[in-house]
């Protein structure tokens, strides 16, 4: 079984940072598309990046310049740098992996996810 866990979201002012981890396990990144998505309440759940197997990314409008997605094949752990962060950028933030032949930008492309890290932006 495929399982994912998010961890270092928390609470910064607008401007600030924050790097969150996927720590992954069932599933190599190396074989596979991963990625990382958001959603603030009321609101679809939307793609933020994405990296495959060939660490090829690609990297949402609303982001670009500010978020880079890596990964660490060793240690099968997902990362996401986010810079310059804005009041907008607050929601949920999901780690997600899909274990199906190819890639997505889509949620319903992916089907294993984790359980999300709180990041609150405050301006």
């Known amino acids: 079984q495929v399982q994912l866990l998010e961890s270092g979201g928390g609470s910064v002012q607008a401007g600030g940072s924050l790097r969150l981890s996927c720590t992954i396990s069932g599933f190599r990144v190396v074989t596979g598309c991963i990625g990382w998505f958001r959603q603030a309440p009321g609101k679809e759940r939307e793609a933020v990046a994405r990296?495959?197997?060939?660490?090829?990314?690609s990297v949402a409008d609303s982001v670009k310049g500010r978020f880079t997605i890596s990964k660490d094949s060793a240690e099968n752990i997902l990362y996401l740098q986010m810079n310059s962060l804005k009041p907008e950028d607050t929601a949920m933030y999901y780690c997600?992996?899909?274990?199906?032949?190819?890639?997505?930008?889509?949620?319903?492309?992916?089907?294993?996810w984790g359980q999300g890290t709180q990041v609150t932006v405050s301006s």
């Open positions: 997600s992996a899909r274990t199906a032949i190819g890639c997505g930008y889509r949620p319903i492309d992916y089907n294993a």
């Open positions: 990296i495959d197997r060939a660490d090829a990314t």
